[in-house]
């Protein structure tokens, strides 16, 4: 199995990526990934034994990734293709028709969109096997459409639906790693306290993820709501955990809301399973689009309450351990109140916090994913019909 990655520099699409692969081998699948070098994932690649063929730049029109990928997969013998991101729709389909080969190709959608262009919207369906949704909320997107014209984010207005043999739409819940994020109380855990300021007693709200203008995944929400709370939860403290080029406004807004000293941007954390045992209460006011977040998974798995939007593939996400409170979107007084409601509540214990960990590992587990992708595959290869062209 070849996975195309022609990005492979961060985000939740090249670890799920990445992270898939390493499963699927686990499972006996002979996968590799096809994707370019010197990025942060093709290292990643190489530190947990994943094979990379290193692919070359793109060029004009993507004419040398495709042309690369299309020997990879007439040399390889390879029985199936998957793409990953929506910059390599059209790049997977076009290398496994020049390849000459057969291959099975199949895509996975991680966002909760239709692909942009009207011709993948139109025809993609008709040149694939199989489109795998990260949620099932994102299969009813690309079935139905999406609308939600009062949202002030435009991109949330209409999302167009696609066309074509919708059986082809197939949902795999996306996985996180919950060998890694689980239930800790060591030192390493404690110095990540230490080195955000937190004393004992002190309760920590953190907001994971990037930041990028103008408003960020509801980080300037998460602010409002702490300054809602600055006078009536004196322990409280807000952490924005991540980077992007927000950053000069939080600072700005922590500012003016009064939150000095009570509200920091720690900047990136390289270690997030202590991150996620650091924070007491994950929020994540999510005002955009959201297919299946994997930071609810991960607080949640480490025992965490989580506060978030009820929008898009979030109740998904929150459903397996159901632990603190989904909340109107945009609703910075409803925010406030579930943030105080979790602030108050008696802390969990270990066990306690073991058996949100269970729920999490049994519903969405890197190997509950590679599993059930396996499966996907072997009916793929063992189905009468031939590929889709």
């Given at each position: ?107 996975t959608r991680h966002l909760a969109k239709c692909p942009g262009s009207p011709a993948s919207r139109w025809f993609l369906l008709g040149r694939i096997d199989l ?85 960020g995944k509801g980080h300037r929400e998460f602010l409002k709501a702490a300054a809602r709370l600055r006078e009536t939860l004196p322990q409280g403290r807000f ?151």
């Amino acid at each position: 199995m070849l996975h195309l990655n022609s990005v492979l520099a961060g985000g939740g699409t090249d670890d799920q990526c990445v992270r898939l692969v390493e499963g699927l081998r686990r499972c006996d699948i002979d996968a590799e990934i096809a994707g370019p070098d010197g990025r942060r994932f093709s290292e990643i690649c190489r530190a947990r034994g994943v094979p990379l063929r290193v692919t070359p730049r793109e060029g004009p029109a993507k004419l040398r990734l495709i042309l690369a990928v299309a020997r990879i997969l007439r040399r390889g013998g390879h029985s199936i293709i998957h793409g990953h991101h929506g910059r390599d729709l059209w790049a997977t389909v076009v290398a496994a028709r020049l390849s000459g080969r057969r291959q099975r190709i199949v895509l996975t959608r991680h966002l909760a969109k239709c692909p942009g262009s009207p011709a993948s919207r139109w025809f993609l369906l008709g040149r694939i096997d199989l489109m795998i949704c990260v949620s099932e909320f994102v299969a009813q997107v690309l079935r139905e459409g999406h609308r939600d014209p009062s949202s002030p984010e435009v991109e949330r207005h209409w999302r167009p639906p696609m066309h074509g043999d919708l059986s082809k739409l197939r949902v795999i819940h996306g996985g996180i790693d919950t060998t890694q994020f689980r239930p800790r109380q060591d030192a390493t855990v404690a110095a990540l306290r230490t080195q955000w300021g937190l004393a004992p007693g002190e309760f920590a709200f953190g907001i994971v993820g990037g930041f990028t203008a103008p408003r960020g995944k509801g980080h300037r929400e998460f602010l409002k709501a702490a300054a809602r709370l600055r006078e009536t939860l004196p322990q409280g403290r807000f952490l924005i955990i991540g980077q992007g080029n927000l950053a000069e406004t939080l600072r700005s807004d922590i500012a003016a809301l009064g939150l000095a000293g009570v509200a920091q941007l720690t900047g990136h954390c390289a270690d997030m399973p202590a991150a996620m045992n650091a924070i007491d209460c994950l929020v994540h006011p999510q005002i955009g689009t959201e297919a299946f977040p994997g930071v609810v998974m991960e607080a949640h798995a480490c025992g965490r309450a989580v506060v978030a939007s009820a929008l898009d593939g979030i109740p998904e996400a929150f459903g397996a351990a159901n632990y603190g409170q989904l909340i109107p979107a945009e609703n910075i007084e409803a925010l406030a109140e579930a943030m105080r409601i979790e602030a108050g509540r008696t802390p969990l214990i270990l066990a306690e916090r073991l058996v949100l960990h269970s729920k999490v590992d049994a519903s969405f587990s890197l190997d509950r994913l590679a599993a059930r992708t396996a499966d996907t595959y072997r009916q793929l290869l063992t189905h009468t019909g031939g590929p889709t062209r």
